[in-house]
């Protein structure tokens, strides 16, 4: 990861090669743009007006070579897109950091100063963090196997004009600890299914634990067995690569605890390869299968990061991994399966195998323990179905909930954290498309609806609780990259999630 530091020194001063500066309108430049635009007799705006069309639009980017008037070599004047009478939101700043980054990249500097100093010094704290988020976030590289390395010459990044306050060391810890998370998730998905199996997944939550004080249980196959499994273990049965079921808690330090707020549970789809089975998917659709185990990955990294940010509420995190593959021993259409909570379910597609292992997962999360409180809340995300992509396209997460106050803290979480989420039905009518006249449940619906189709069958396997379902497989995953986002794998929820615990945590 590159350096960031934060200074108090003003932008104008920051001895960096390229220095960034925010634009929130072109009328109204703000006085730090102000004052260097008078110190170069005006030219500074005049030739970002001569450039650029809408200078102060989300992403303008504009670098002015300085020719030794300026401390810094290149001034970037990038367009915030706020609108008028708006005050720049976090996901503005980071959005800010992103085209700095990109900017500092296609210039090929080493050093690269983000100013924060528009802002009021209360908000000032908040921009710091986003700005220092958005800029780790935005210069995440998957390490890769490229024979050849590439020269990424931006090494340091300096959030200038930043206030030394209290407030201001806590945003710069919280924004390092969920980038880093992030990047951890995003490796995940990044690597080869050959790298990452179930096994591998395992091995991933037992260093999450050690680094961050949690406590991590992993069910192999015969566990699996003796708990009546029977979904989990006929989707991962055709691969070599056995499947796990993990599990990984945090406990709040007694004195910190919500005494008698119930756990908050997140479950996440861990198949680390998704060949379709038996129902085997053409050729094009797997090559990007193996991604299918990003919600696990999520759940991963924001437990990863709940362990270092400490919130006075139990998060238990669950990952359902397994490899689906063809094979003679493979688990077939037409074949019933019986779940750990005793339900049972025909299977008339193994490709529809995410549900049955959350079938499986979720059973088991939501089961009542003896002598511990019941899960306040149980949040599931899962590439589950291609369907949500042609319903909300790459841009936007679907959520189905059984509780709507769950369901507006997962999109209110996701809004802050620039995850974007919309809310899709869970029509009753619709539970008709999954019966089947030999078991409680099949695993496919009518082919319509098919998003909704995959949150009705989850609902069965929940006891309850207050629930929400995140169908991720649209947005796991960036073939062009965004903002802040490279190309690949994208670590969408660890941030969604970990604002959702504290969301929660803070009202328990
Ligand atoms: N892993 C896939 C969903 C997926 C598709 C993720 C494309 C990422 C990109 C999932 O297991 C699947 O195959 N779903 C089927 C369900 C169907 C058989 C009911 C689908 O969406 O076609
Ligand atoms: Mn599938
Ligand atoms: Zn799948």
Redesign the pocket.
Known sequence: MIEIERSRTPAARTRVEMLALPLRSETEPGPEIAALDESTGGRLLAEVRRRCAEPAKRGSTFAWQTHGEMPQELVAVIGLGVPAGAEPTAEDWRRFAGAAVAAARQARVRSLGLSVAACARPAAAAATGAVIEGALLATYRFAGFRSSRSDARLVRCVVAGSPATRAAEEAERRARVLAEATAFARDLVNLPAETVTPAHLAAAAQRVARSARLSVKVLGPRELRRLGMGAILAVGRASRNEPRLIEIVYRPRSGRARRGAGPIVLVGKG?TF?S?GL?L?PAA?ME??K??MAGGAAVLGAMRAIGRLAPPVEVRGYVAAAE?MPGGDAYRPGDVLRTCIGKTIEVL?T????RLVLADALGYATRPRRGSADPSCVVDLA?????V?TALGRSVAAVLGNDADVVRDVIEAGRVSGEPIWELPLVDEYMAGLDSPIADLR???DGTA?TI??GLFLREFVHRQPWAHLDI??V??TDKGSAYVPRGAVGWGVRTLVDLVERRSARA
């Open positions: 198949i998704d379709g129902s998917k659709s990007i299968q991604r299918d689906n597609n490709d529809a195998e995410g590439t589950l179905t291609g369907a992509t695993n496919t619906g098919g189709y995959g497989a649209g796991a995953f």
